[in-house]
């Protein structure tokens, strides 16, 4: 199975700064053939599904607020929310979905510092 | 619009069996993989399998093979999780998750809005 170790565990910011969300792969999610690294990252706040918010590392889903992005390839991969907002509060966890089991981090708690 | 409904929530005994339903709409239900995934109360999110809708083909996670059958009713775009000899570790909200290109290698766009099974003695 592909380990998935996000860092850190929790992460406060203050409102308007950068908010960075660091994850690693046990094994390269770069699928030579497509050149696409099978990677995504979710928001998921309380009481709430998660959310899709990055996929193929660097594509940004549809209706997400361009603040947040998405970057790396191999085996590691950075989520940047370039100017936290209130509404960013939430757990956020990346996945791969290159082989099964399509594992995800322990995730990540962000918070207003 | 792409909408999943799940069934309501279940308070199961310890050894019983629980029976998740997903209700998909606004898109041709045998086109796109579904996923089920859980999360334990406080904890993270764990992959227990998915489906093939076109043709019930089905993977699953190791944890969870014996215990685990995804199945569906195409007539009625639905899929189905069953799991049995429920413990208490298996108290956890249960998402079904349908993956966002066709194809089983794929992020997962669209997800229910869980399903909460209890299990207790």
């Known amino acids: 199975d592909i380990v998935m170790t996000q860092s850190p565990d929790s992460l406060a910011v203050s409102l308007g700064e950068r908010a960075t969300i660091n994850c690693k792969s046990s094994?390269?999610?770069?699928?030579?053939?497509?050149?696409?690294?099978?990677f995504a990252w979710y928001q998921q706040k309380p009481g709430q599904p998660p959310k899709l918010l990055i996929y193929?590392?660097?594509t940004r889903e549809s209706g997400v607020p361009d603040r947040f992005s998405g970057s790396g390839s191999g085996t590691d991969f950075t989520l940047t929310i370039s100017s936290l907002q209130a509404e960013d509060v939430a757990v956020y966890y990346c996945?791969?979905?290159?082989?099964?089991?399509?594992?995800f981090g322990q995730g990540t708690k962000l918070e207003i510092k | 619009q792409v909408q999943l409904v799940q069934s309501g929530a279940e308070v199961k005994k310890p050894g019983a069996s629980v029976k998740v339903s997903c209700k998909a709409s606004?898109?041709?239900?045998?086109?796109?993989?579904m996923h089920w995934v859980r999360q334990a109360p406080g904890q993270g999110l764990e992959w227990m399998g998915r489906?093939?809708?076109?043709?019930?083909?089905?993977?699953?996670a190791q944890n969870f093979q014996g215990r685990v059958t995804m199945t569906r009713d195409t007539s009625i775009s639905t899929a189905y999780m069953e799991l049995s000899r429920l413990t208490s570790d298996d108290t956890a909200v249960y998402y079904c998750?349908?993956?966002?290109?066709f194809g089983s290698g794929s992020y997962y766009s669209y997800w229910g809005q869980g399903t909460l099974v209890t299990v207790s003695s």
């Open positions: 193929w590392a660097s």
């Open positions: 606004g898109y041709t239900f045998t086109d796109y993989y």
């Open positions: 996945q791969q979905y290159y082989s099964s089991p399509h594992t």
């Open positions: 094994q390269s999610v770069l699928y030579s053939s497509t050149n696409k690294n099978y």
């Open positions: 998750a349908r993956v966002g290109e």
């Open positions: 489906i093939n809708p076109n043709s019930g083909g089905t993977n699953y």
